[in-house]
């Protein structure tokens, strides 16, 4: 399995959505919500995806990722059997070197909007964008696992 290492923030706005240069659809259901290992099934456009990752490490910014595509109505019949699910639109917003992953959450996490950032190593600098809000990396009540099971309010800086 690959190493992830991402960092995740809650947002000031969506301003982000006038610097973003593409979006898409997104519904992803857990077939296993194990501490030690999540397995998702994910629709992302016209695409299916399957994707296992690891338990995360002490301060939630990394974890080992295995994904694959899958034929989309496959990812859909899975889908159908998923009690946990999050719908989402995805937006991609260049900020200096990196690629901001900026969630929108529809459905009881209406409102709830993530910033994730990729990284290759957790002490990597990037340049941080006017509308990112607290750093929420580690808090497992943002892992998109956890978001699927219960209802997060927007969470405004304080």
Same mark, same amino acid.
């Given at each position: 399995?690959? &190493?992830?290492? *991402? ?13 973003? $240069? @593409?979006? =898409?659809?997104?519904?992803?259901? $857990?077939?296993?919500?194990?501490? *030690?290992? +999540? ?19 002490? @301060? ?7 994904? !694959?595509?899958?034929? &989309? ?11 946990? =699910? ?5 937006? &991609?917003? !260049? ?22 950032? *990729?990284? +290759? ?10 509308? &990112? ?8 009540? $943002? $892992? ?6 219960? +209802?997060?309010?927007? *969470?405004?800086?304080?």
């Amino acid at each position: 399995m690959a &190493l992830e290492i *991402e960092r995740k923030f809650l947002l000031l706005g969506q301003e982000f959505k006038q610097e973003a $240069y @593409d979006r =898409v659809e997104i519904r992803q259901g $857990y077939l296993s919500l194990s501490p *030690e290992r +999540t397995v998702r099934v994910r629709t992302r456009g016209d695409k299916g995806f399957l994707t296992i990752k690891g338990r995360s490490s002490d @301060d939630g910014l990394s974890r080992e990722e295995w994904e !694959r595509e899958i034929p &989309l109505a496959e990812a859909e019949e899975l889908l159908a059997g998923c009690r946990a =699910v999050v719908e989402k639109t995805r937006y &991609l917003v !260049r900020v200096g070197r990196h690629t901001f992953e900026v969630d929108e959450f529809h459905g009881s996490n209406e409102g709830l909007l993530l910033a994730e950032v *990729e990284l +290759t190593s957790p002490d990597e600098a990037f340049e941080r964008p006017a509308w &990112l809000g607290r750093e929420v990396t580690g808090e497992k009540a $943002y $892992y998109n696992s956890q978001i699927a099971l219960r +209802t997060l309010k927007k *969470e405004e800086e304080r």
